[in-house]
């Protein structure tokens, strides 16, 4: 695994050749609160940078976790189904989301300590 890179938009995620892994950063479940309930998208899915994938509805508010980049899901982490609340205790760990194939290595992400400057 390559270290973790992180988007404006609060995933997270990190590539092993061509397999991204992705989730939602510890800043955001700590924004959105209590976990309650995730969508997550079909194995075959595909998406492109930028698309809305997951579905992360807080007892607070529901967010989007976003693409980033072209890829197809080759997995989901279905823990998350009966046990949403993983991504509260490991957001960066056992609460990752998909695992996806990538189309187009698009690997803009921001290291952790740069994404720490952009939250705070």
């Known amino acids: 695994m390559t270290e973790k890179k992180y988007l404006e938009t609060h995933e997270w995620y990190s590539l092993s050749g061509n397999e991204i892994t992705i989730g939602i950063s510890d800043y955001a479940q700590g924004e959105l609160g209590d976990i309650v ?3 997550l ?3 075959g899915e595909e998406f492109s940078k930028g698309d809305s ?3 992360v509805e807080a007892t ?3 967010a ?3 693409a980033p980049m072209d890829c197809v899901i080759i ?3 279905a823990r998350l189904e009966s046990e949403p609340e ?3 205790t490991d957001p960066c760990g056992d609460g990752w989301m998909v695992k996806a194939e990538v189309k187009n290595l698009d690997d803009t992400g921001m290291l952790y300590q740069e994404y ?3 939250i705070s």
Do not use: D, L, R, S
Request: glycine share 0%; charged share 25%; aromatic share 12%.
């Open 116 to 118: 720490e400057t952009f």
């Open 41 to 43: 998208p079909e194995v």
């Open 53 to 55: 994938m997951v579905e």
């Open 75 to 77: 997995e989901v982490n």
């Open 64 to 66: 989007e976790a976003y």
């Open 60 to 62: 607070k508010t529901v």
């Open 86 to 88: 993983v991504i509260n």
């Open 37 to 39: 309930f995730v969508t």
